[in-house]
């Protein structure tokens, strides 16, 4: 088996002052914002973007992400399935993340979750739907394995991400190195309180590790769209698109992605400028380009 650099982040980045700066790159392509006007109207946007991709290829690779977000994406998708026929038997799917330590049929495992929101309810093929496991003898192996089989089937046509309150994208936390592959990380103090929600408010329930695909993993899609929804992402969003590229903001990476979309609601838009370039192809949804 090839070595994979393993990047271990610890997450207590409250210190980060008396750390050494991180890179900071400037410049990079520009990046397409879509501001629906609520909840629903982004969800549809982004399943018609998936559904596009898949009517494109069949075969296409997919990266996908958990938590709240994507829930309404889903769910449109599961309707496009059963009312128009929409077909995901070719279609491989690749998980960003999962827990280290939890079995699959944990109620707050990302293996469960993928299958109760949207798997069981559409018809994937199982041996094309990956997701890491999260009780591999060894996470390290797992994850180096997890890339290759990326790598094995072409590599990930259209990659979607949601995004934490940090801007990290999958588990990747402020200080990801941007060459990081899929590997073992650390959850970030503050990811690890947001995502308590998922365990009955229990912080100590959350696990302090998961596998997570790497940035440089993510960035080698051939097409990223990225979700947010709500006030509490606004930050987030309005460094990932207006602030420097840097290692700190692991979401500021996509300004120096070709093809990146960013499809949001007004909450999550409420903080970024007005772009020059703005214009209103249709009801509740406005396109923007930074
Ligand atoms: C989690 C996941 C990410 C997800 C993010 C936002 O920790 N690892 O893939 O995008 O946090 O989650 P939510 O949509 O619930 O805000």
Wanted: proline share 6%; with cysteine; charged share 25%.
């Amino acid at each position: 088996m090839p070595s994979i650099p393993t990047v271990m982040e610890r997450g207590d980045y409250e210190d980060y002052e008396s750390l050494p700066k991180p890179r900071t790159i400037k410049g990079g392509e520009s990046m397409r914002v879509i501001v629906a006007d609520d909840y629903e109207i982004m969800s549809k946007e982004a399943a018609k973007i998936v559904a596009d991709q898949i009517r494109k290829r069949r075969d296409s690779v997919f990266a996908l992400p958990t938590g709240g977000t994507p829930v309404g994406l889903y769910a449109e998708l599961i309707r496009m399935h059963k009312e128009e026929g929409l077909d995901f038997s070719r279609v491989f799917m690749f998980n960003l993340d999962e827990y280290i330590g939890l079995p699959e049929d944990h109620e707050s495992s990302y293996h469960f979750y993928m299958y109760d929101k949207f798997f069981n309810h559409v018809n994937v093929t199982r041996d094309k739907v990956h997701i890491p496991h999260g009780l591999a003898e060894d996470p390290e192996e797992e994850a180096a394995d997890y890339e290759w089989a990326i790598k094995r089937v072409g590599g990930i046509d259209l990659g979607v991400l949601g995004i934490g309150r940090n801007g990290h994208i999958g588990f990747n936390e402020p200080k990801t190195e941007f060459g990081s592959s899929t590997r073992p990380i650390y959850l970030a103090k503050r990811t690890i309180e947001a995502n308590a929600r998922f365990f009955e408010g229990d912080h100590e329930a959350v696990p302090r590790r998961a596998i997570s695909m790497g940035i440089r993993t993510i960035m080698n899609s051939r097409k990223i769209i990225l979700l947010a929804n709500g006030t509490e992402k606004s930050h987030a969003i309005y460094q990932t698109v207006h602030g420097p590229v840097t290692e700190m903001v692991p979401s500021s990476v996509l300004q120096l992605h070709p093809d990146c979309t960013l499809i949001l609601d007004k909450d999550a838009a409420c903080e970024l400028e007005p772009s020059p370039n703005g214009f209103v192809p249709g009801r509740g949804i406005r396109t923007m380009v930074y």
